[in-house]
């Protein structure tokens, strides 16, 4: 699907694949109109492919946000679990894990998304904070890859916010530090 022009009152036309790749291929852009049907169709085809991704919970509307990043690449981060071998209840969010709370300074989205730290230094110190002595927590590292959903970095700096894709493989990508 492709945008041939902007209707009235912003109304967007889509039309065949033979627009966009005259103007994509076409001489330096000649009009500013051209530029806004660019803009267009590439924010268009970025909501189709966030919209196709299926993630573990059913998340809010402009969830996870237009600023998060795809995972597209290896990254390794590290999630506070309770058991070694890490289970799938070490992968809840905080809204699956309490349903009707009130959380304060968060949003439903981040709620909706699994605490992860890039830095496994700070996960460590995280540990040892009292609302963490509830039970032997372990440092679980998770290596994310392409498929693995999308993540932004929030609240301090290690720490993230990661929306994990439906078909991603928890479990078979993490292993718990015992240390």
């Known amino acids: 699907m492709l945008i041939q022009r902007l209707g009235p009152v912003g109304h967007v036309h889509l039309t065949s694949r033979r627009f966009s790749s005259r103007l994509l291929n076409s ?11 660019w803009l267009v169709y590439n924010f268009i085809r970025l909501m189709i492919i966030i919209k ?4 573990r919970e059913s998340l809010p509307e402009n969830c996870p946000p237009i600023e998060a990043d795809e995972l597209n ?8 679990v309770c058991s070694n071998p890490p289970q ?9 894990m309490k349903p009707s709370a009130v959380f304060k300074n968060i949003s ?5 998304g699994l605490s992860v730290f890039s830095n ?11 609302a963490f002595k509830k039970c032997q927590h372990y440092v679980c590292r998770v290596v994310l890859d392409k498929g ?6 929030t609240g301090q700096l290690s720490h993230h916010t990661w929306w994990p894709l ?3 493989d928890i479990l078979a990508s993490c292993n718990a530090d015992v240390s």
């Open 88 to 96: 799938d209840d070490d992968f809840r969010s905080q809204r699956e």
């Open 120 to 130: 496994r230094d700070v996960c460590h110190k995280t540990m040892k904070l009292p």
């Open 108 to 112: 439903e989205c981040q709620a909706m």
């Open 166 to 168: 439906a078909d991603f």
């Open 148 to 153: 693995a959903g999308r993540i932004q970095q």
């Open 52 to 55: 196709t991704m299926i993630y």
């Open 27 to 37: 001489e330096p852009c000649q009009g500013l109109w051209k530029i806004k049907i």
């Open 73 to 80: 690449s290896r990254r390794e981060v590290y999630r506070l």
